[in-house]
């Protein structure tokens, strides 16, 4: 079945600081591939998403490339903020009949003045 | 305006006790969704309906009983509580399969 895998956290940065977070999933074909992110106490939030090979999306000066050769969809940022604590969820979305989102264990970023 | 809404935000119950989650959305999506999200964070899918239709039901006990009065609502109904029902469920919506728009979440806590 379809699985994403997520970097474990949490992940403690200074702010400005350039941000990493691993993805990694295993489906058949070309599925949709999203990151959400979770601020404490509330739902969560699409950051940004691709749906084909090598798209790149990007949204918040987060971005992140669709990476069919190596199954990977890694969050990027340049210089992080305090505001940009959260969990991030990547999630998938696969083509096999009717398919909901399938998440990854979500990574916490912490960040520090 | 909110999206997707849920109510209550918190439930806290006795073990053994009935509850529902209510859900509405005024995106005028056709799919509806329940989620599941333990204490590590991990989120899982409860059920799915489009148009008002059970899509998918995973293995879920049977003591859960989700109903869609119509496309905007989609409601939770537990029964006999326990212990290891307390957890965030999430309502969230899509236009077919497209991304998910989540609700704030319902904390549920059984005593």
């Known amino acids: 079945g379809d699985s994403v895998t997520q970097m474990e956290g949490p992940v403690t940065l200074s702010e400005e600081a350039f941000l990493t977070i691993n993805c990694t999933y295993t489906?058949?074909?070309?599925?949709?591939l999203f990151w959400y992110v979770q601020y404490p106490g509330e739902g969560l939030q699409l950051l940004l998403k691709a749906t084909k090979a090598d798209d790149k999306g990007s949204n918040k000066g987060f971005e992140a490339t669709y990476r069919k050769e190596t199954t990977s969809f890694h969050l990027e940022k340049g210089s992080v903020q305090v505001s940009d604590s959260a969990v991030y969820f990547c999630a998938l979305r696969g083509v096999s009949g009717y398919s909901t989102l399938t998440f990854g264990k979500g990574t916490m970023l912490l960040v520090s003045p | 305006d909110t999206a997707v809404s849920q109510t209550p935000k918190y439930l806290v119950t006795q073990m053994g006790n009935d509850k529902s989650i209510k859900c509405e959305q005024n995106l005028g999506h056709d799919t509806m969704y329940w989620y599941k999200q333990d204490s590590k964070k991990f989120l899982k899918i409860m059920f799915s309906y489009n148009n008002k239709e059970l899509i998918i039901n995973e293995t879920v006990p049977n003591r859960f009983s989700p109903k869609s009065p119509d496309k905007a609502h989609l409601n939770l109904h537990i029964n006999s509580l326990e212990l290891g029902d307390s957890a965030v469920y999430f309502c969230a919506s899509s236009h077919g399969e497209r991304e998910g728009y989540f609700g704030p979440g319902t904390r549920l806590t059984v005593l």
């Open positions: 489906a058949t074909g070309y599925p949709s």
